[in-house]
């Protein structure tokens, strides 16, 4: 039974399918990070072991393992003798993340020529699910559309490595996100700005993707970090 203190529970039991007998941390760690991706799991939400391990049909050990790993990631906290803790982010947390984004995500750009077709689909494919979720007034849609979004776009390296550091980074990138207390207007302006790069991309003019990619970076780190420093 889900309790008033844990209303994820509920969320991540539909998340137990995911899951098979001899699951590992390693796979409960996905499902916690990609519910942070989703937006499901907000900075300085309480997990608790009991509520997530019955969600999830997993050990304590198992789930304890799970945690330590997203606690590495930079993911989750755990404060002793209070439990663990969905990660609370700061200014200097927001600089130091889009410096690694304008090293990964530009030079993935930069030499995308070559990149398989599908690649290139898929960055056009999360802006245009981005447009979707906003016609639906969808805006915790249009986010996480915008994370598949930078994720198309670092997968353009065509780099396992790349691939799984981005999804780590776009995790804890999802958490400053919830800084910005209206939605809508910190996620619309981007949706144009998305399109233009994807069809930059499209059309082969990767130097001006890049260009415009790193207008976007300027951007959205000044507003990020304006916004936390109001929250002091």
């Known amino acids: 039974m889900t309790t008033a203190e844990d209303p994820f529970a509920d969320l991540l039991a539909g998340d137990r399918t995911l899951l098979d007998r ?3 941390a390693e796979r409960v760690a996905d499902v916690l990070r990609q519910r ?7 900075p300085g939400t ?3 072991e009991e509520s997530v391990g019955r969600a ?7 789930l304890r393992e799970a945690f330590r ?6 993911l989750l906290v755990h404060e002793f003798h209070r439990g663990v803790f969905v990660r609370v982010l700061s200014a200097e947390d927001v600089v130091d993340l889009y410096r690694i984004r304008r090293m990964l995500e530009t030079s993935a750009v930069r030499y995308a020529e070559g990149a398989a077709p599908e690649l290139v689909s898929a960055v056009g494919d999360a802006v245009t699910a981005g447009e979707e979720a906003a016609k ?5 849609g249009v ?8 994720e198309a776009l670092a997968a353009l390296a065509r780099s396992p490595r790349v691939d799984e550091i981005m999804r780590q980074l776009l995790a804890e990138l999802r958490l400053a996100f919830h800084v910005m207390s209206r939605p809508r207007e910190f996620h619309e302006p981007y949706l144009g700005l998305n399109r233009s790069i994807a069809d930059l991309i499209a059309a082969g003019d990767l130097a001006d993707a890049e260009r415009r990619l790193e207008e976007y970076f300027d951007g959205a780190e ?3 970090v304006t916004a936390y420093q109001l929250k002091r």
């Open 136 to 140: 639906q007034e969808h805006w915790m």
């Open 46 to 48: 309480r997990l608790s």
């Open 22 to 24: 001899t699951s590992t």
């Open 56 to 62: 999830l049909a997993v050990s304590r050990n198992t």
């Open 36 to 42: 942070i991706i989703d937006g499901a799991l907000l």
């Open 222 to 224: 000044e507003q990020l």
């Open 69 to 74: 790993l997203l606690v590495h990631e930079r």
């Open 143 to 150: 986010g996480t559309a915008n994370m598949r979004f930078h």
